[in-house]
């Protein structure tokens, strides 16, 4: 059973920084993209990155470009995403997501981020 | 504003069929890639229920049905359910963003 669970969503301070973690288990994690997806509250769906199988290429949303990171440690079955000089619009659940063709097929439960003062 | 568009709302009386629609752009729908579809329940993570246009994961019922032509795509529910109740995403993939483009979800109503 495919399972993602993200982990390090809190309240920061703008301009402030996390660190999102996603631990996956189920799959061979080596051979898939992995991704970010984040929600604003009362809000629709916003793709924010993407990593392919290798780690050697990412893609960002130009909403965070420059501002976050995603990573992974394959023999940790891991993803990462690091935020920083984080804004109040990126108040948000960030899921972790498995890709397949450019779909994601296996969604993590959520992780919350609260930018606030 | 979302780069796919989407109603945001839909309804029909159990037994009815439905239908939402998603319109995209020559540089992601119109530009032949695949189009995918989510339900997200109340309070729980999206659930992929549709894939490369009109193939169903393993698991989702084939009341649910999707179509593609040019820079649109299709969503049908036939024979509605209570539980249908949540709302939907469509989604795709855009080459002048080089990333996932996400329709503004349809809150789909059961009455």
């Known amino acids: 059973e495919v399972q993602l669970l993200e982990s390090g969503g809190g309240l920061v301070q703008p301009g402030g920084s996390l660190r999102l973690s996603c631990a996956a288990s189920?799959?061979?994690?080596?051979?898939?993209?992995m991704s970010w997806v984040r929600q604003a509250p009362g809000k629709g769906l916003e793709w924010v990155s993407s990593?392919?199988?290798?780690?050697?290429?990412?893609y960002y949303a130009d909403s965070v470009k420059g501002r976050f990171t995603v990573s992974r440690s394959n023999p940790d079955g891991t993803v990462f995403l690091q935020m920083s000089s984080l804004r109040v619009e990126d108040t948000a659940v960030y899921y972790c997501?498995?890709?397949?063709?450019?779909?994601?097929?296996?969604w993590g439960q959520g992780a919350l981020v609260t930018v606030s003062a | 504003q979302s780069v796919l568009t989407q109603p945001p709302s839909v309804s029909g009386a159990p037994g009815q069929t439905v239908s939402i629609s998603c319109t995209g752009s020559n540089s992601n729908i119109g530009a032949g890639y695949a189009v995918h579809w989510y339900q997200q329940l109340p309070g729980t993570a999206p659930k992929l229920l549709m894939h490369a246009d009109s193939t169903r994961p393993s698991g989702v019922p084939d009341r649910f049905s999707g179509s593609k032509s040019g820079s649109s795509a299709s969503l049908a529910i036939t024979g509605l359910q209570a539980d249908d109740e949540a709302t939907y995403y469509c989604?795709?993939?855009?080459?002048?963003?080089?990333?996932?483009?996400f329709g503004g979800g349809t809150q789909l109503t059961v009455l």
């Open positions: 189920g799959f061979t994690f080596k051979s898939y993209a």
């Open positions: 997501a498995k890709e397949r063709k450019l779909s994601f097929d296996y």
């Open positions: 989604q795709s993939y855009d080459s002048s963003l080089s990333g996932a483009v």
């Open positions: 990593i392919v199988a290798s780690g050697l290429t990412t």
